[in-house]
């Protein structure tokens, strides 16, 4: 078929997370007090950084950073979701279906690297702590930001420009919650083994290159720890310990999905979900518990609000 037909699809059917309407009304709510709470959270957590000079260092410049970045993420798919749990059909346009592979591609691939920049922070603070704030200048924090999003950007372009000319025919239907390349791919009125193949190299590259700097890092991390005085080491393995567990949530969820996918509908409606949707909502809490600092600027905001109150 002509590679120009994919002009007349104008809509994508998405078949979403359940069927039975009164599951759909229980998601409803569930999934609107999520992404409340991933919206408040993630802004707490910005604006403690902000407003608190004592979190005026790179590591909170960071945590601020992907806290942002987590809000993107998760409204790049998640309100379409909610909205779509009382409609039925839930359609999307065509191109509110290729806007969602961009974004969720750009930003997810800015919090790898924001993830990757974040540990290169702890071990410069940790191994080379006399150098650390020459190091980690205002100008380098921003500039390791900036360039972060151009790597997305670039990734991002290079996923969409790869499916928005595919050839599509048959029942636009999408088993999933939100648009995304791999269920696009199976749409194609062509053999698309060449392009799955691209796919999984490219998004490999850039996940499995992040996970590699950053299994590099934290060991370098802990063996440095091991050397450090006891107080020492333990704050920084409480940092560490909350930097590894977001990993872990972010990169697992992401491997299944884009580089060793498993095909299993259920499971990767699952993973999408958690990495879409729960990861930014984990996020701020783990950082926020697991950090002296962070649960400091947040009862001093409880004083002041109390105070305010009274």
């Not at 408040?40 to 004592?54: A, E, H, P, Q």
């Not at 100008?139 to 999003?149: E, F, I, P």
């Not at 299944?256 to 699952?270: A, Q």
Request: glycine share 4%; charged share 10%.
């Amino acid at each position: 078929m002509d590679g120009s037909n994919h002009s007349l699809v104008s809509e994508f059917v998405l078949l979403g997370l359940a069927r039975s309407q009164n599951l759909q009304v229980l998601l409803f709510i569930i999934f609107l007090m999520v992404y409340l709470l991933i919206l408040s959270g993630n802004t707490i957590v910005m604006f403690l950084i902000i407003t608190d000079k004592n979190l005026h260092s790179p590591m909170y410049f960071f945590l601020a950073n992907l806290s942002f970045v987590d809000m993107w993420l998760s409204s790049a798919t998640t309100p379409k979701m909610i909205t779509d749990f009382l409609k039925e059909p839930k359609i999307i346009s065509f191109a509110g279906c290729m806007s969602q592979v961009f974004f969720d591609h750009c930003v997810g691939a800015v919090e790898m690297l924001l993830l990757v920049v974040m540990a290169y922070d702890r071990y410069v603070a940790i191994c080379k702590p006399l150098h650390y704030f020459t190091i980690m200048s205002l100008k380098r924090c921003a500039g390791l930001v900036l360039t972060s999003w151009a790597i997305a950007f670039v990734h991002a372009m290079s996923q969409l420009l790869a499916v928005v000319q595919l050839p599509l025919c048959g029942h636009m239907e999408i088993d999933s919650f939100f648009c995304d390349i791999p269920l696009i791919i199976k749409l194609a009125c062509m053999d698309s083994h060449i392009l799955d193949i691209y796919m999984n190299v490219d998004c490999g590259f850039v996940v499995v290159t992040c996970f590699i700097l950053l299994l590099i890092s934290y060991t370098y991390i802990l063996l440095a720890v091991r050397q450090s005085s006891k107080a020492g080491a333990s704050k920084a393995l409480s940092t560490c310990t909350a930097h590894i567990t977001v990993v872990m949530i972010f990169f697992v969820p992401c491997i299944f999905i884009y580089v060793w996918p498993l095909s299993i509908t259920w499971l990767d409606k699952f993973l999408a979900v958690f990495y879409t949707v729960f990861a930014p909502l984990l996020n701020p809490a783990i950082y926020t518990l697991r950090n002296k600092e962070m649960k400091n600027a947040v009862k001093k905001l409880k004083n002041h609000f109390f105070k305010g109150n009274a």
